[in-house]
């Protein structure tokens, strides 16, 4: 019972896998499901953030952060807003991995525990949606430019209006829960804080993560990548891996792929798609996840705005619409004194709330 309360999005993921087995017979092409360049980087990016966490440049910048903000309000939109613009450029998986375990690290270290599950659920938003804009933001943008050829600049073009409203969403957000909050505490410079930083950890954290940012730019290959990241941080980082995440991953891959090789599925799906390219990856996303969506539904269609923007803003609702959300989750759970139930409620109700706003822009700009 301990190991499932722990782990319940891994035993959630393993049922979903095992049940879809019984539809589809456990074959060689299982392999094909599973997207070993996303598992090496999320590995990889994991020791990176354990590395970097080890050498102490983590509570280092904490301190740096406190001593610019003022008050709550500015920390948490910093802790927001982070991964937002970060996620354009180094997905939002690695914008997660990055900014989820350093905000509930600030949030600790102010005493703020009832903040934690708000801004961990719109920092997740915050990354599902900051990446957006770019190709490069997410594995189902970088799909659907190159399945349907399209130039970078008709790309941003199209994401933007979707971008700036989620921008303003996540901030609305942000100064709502910290109103609610009340807290009237002031941060103070704490520059009496002694931080020691592991130089050479630092180094070797920060060539491994440079290499993974290559992977992402697609300038290096996936494997060469995790081979040096497994020679560069060599030691006891990897012990503190979280390779229940990457089994999670696994299974959901193995989910997704059978849910999509159901004849009876396929054809529901090949008629509701010929009426809402967009509505159907929405929902779609819910089921299957998002970047599976993209590339089971590219078939159908040639209306790639609507699949775009349907799988971006179909990553909102469910935590397996983005399976990026699984990570800002798995940080939560393992979090002290997590509440799974009321982080449930909370996500939920964001993402239902997020969803509803970007559904009426598009009704009304379509």
């Known amino acids: 019972m301990k190991f499932i309360k722990q782990e319940i999005v891994l035993v959630i993921s393993f049922i979903f896998a ?51 903000c003022k008050n709550l309000t500015s920390v948490f939109l910093v802790l927001v807003l982070l991964p937002f613009f970060a996620a354009m450029i180094v997905t939002n998986d690695v914008a997660l991995i990055t900014f989820v375990p350093f905000g509930i690290g600030v949030m600790n270290s102010l005493k703020q525990k009832k903040t934690i599950i708000p801004l961990v659920v719109i920092q997740t938003i915050a990354a599902n949606m900051g990446s957006v804009l770019t190709p490069i933001g997410n594995p189902q943008n970088l799909y659907i430019q190159s399945n349907y050829n399209l130039s970078a600049s008709s790309f941003v073009i199209t994401m933007l209006p979707v971008w700036i409203i989620s921008l303003i969403l996540v901030v609305v957000m942000s100064l709502v829960v910290c109103r609610i909050n009340k807290s009237k505490i002031t941060i103070t410079n704490n520059n009496n804080g002694i931080f020691s930083v592991s130089k050479i950890t630092l180094v070797r954290s920060l060539l491994a993560l440079v290499m ?65 390219s967009f509505v159907s990856s929405l929902l779609l996303s819910q089921v299957i996840s998002n970047v599976p969506a993209a590339v089971f539904l590219s078939s159908f269609t040639e209306d790639w705005k609507g699949l775009l923007m349907g799988v971006d803003v179909g990553g909102l609702g469910t935590p397996v619409a983005s399976l990026a959300s699984l990570i800002s989750m798995k940080f939560y759970i ?30 009304l700009v379509p």
């Open 18 to 68: 095992l049940v879809s087995c019984f539809f589809v017979t456990p074959s060689k092409a299982y392999i094909d499901y599973i997207d070993f360049r996303t598992l090496a980087l999320l590995f990889s990016l994991m020791a990176v953030v354990v590395g970097l966490t080890e050498s102490g440049v983590t509570d280092k910048a904490s301190n740096f952060l406190m001593g610019k």
């Open 212 to 276: 993974c940012i290559l992977t992402v730019f697609h300038v290096v290959d996936y494997k060469i990548t995790l081979m040096a990241v497994i020679v560069i941080l060599f030691g006891k980082i990897f012990l503190k891996v979280d390779y229940a995440l990457l089994v999670t991953f696994v299974c959901f891959f193995i989910f997704s792929g059978n849910v999509a090789q159901i004849s009876q599925v396929r054809e529901f799906i090949t008629g509701f798609v010929q009426k809402s």
């Open 334 to 363: 393992k979090a002290e004194g997590a509440d799974v139930k009321k982080y449930m409620l909370v996500f939920t109700s964001l993402n239902l709330i997020g969803i509803a706003v970007l559904c009426l822009f598009r009704i």
